[in-house]
């Protein structure tokens, strides 16, 4: 029964998601960043709730390209950084990128 009332309930998720307009799915999309940002769920985003998220993302950012975890960020963890985010958006790096060895 618990499988039965899942595939359902997935199978309702993804048609609902696929039935919303553009519109509809960008007005979500802000609602869902700004919430993101408003912390304190006022209503408002202050200066420090925005600068404390954007805060979090660039320490995440950093975490990610520094895979040493030294501290610092090499010009050959910047190079990989960037070519593997570009895979994982899907995006070919040209040949140049691909036949040179990132120095560490």
């Not at 960043?33 to 954007?54: A, H, K, N, P, T």
């Not at 040493?68 to 593997?84: M, N, P, Q, R, V």
Request: charged share 35%; no cysteine.
């Amino acid at each position: 029964m618990t499988k039965w009332w899942l595939l359902f309930f997935s199978v309702f998720v993804t048609t609902t998601t696929f039935a919303l307009s553009d519109e509809e799915k960008q007005r979500k999309q802000g609602e869902r960043w700004f919430l993101s940002y408003d912390l304190d769920r006022d209503g408002f985003i202050s200066q420090q709730e925005y600068m404390d998220v954007e805060l979090k993302k660039v320490k995440k950012r950093f975490k990610f390209i520094d895979t040493t975890k030294d501290g610092y960020i090499s010009a050959g963890e910047a190079k990989a950084a960037k070519l593997k985010m570009n895979k994982l958006r899907g995006i070919k790096a040209p040949a140049s990128d691909t036949n040179n060895k990132t120095a560490e």
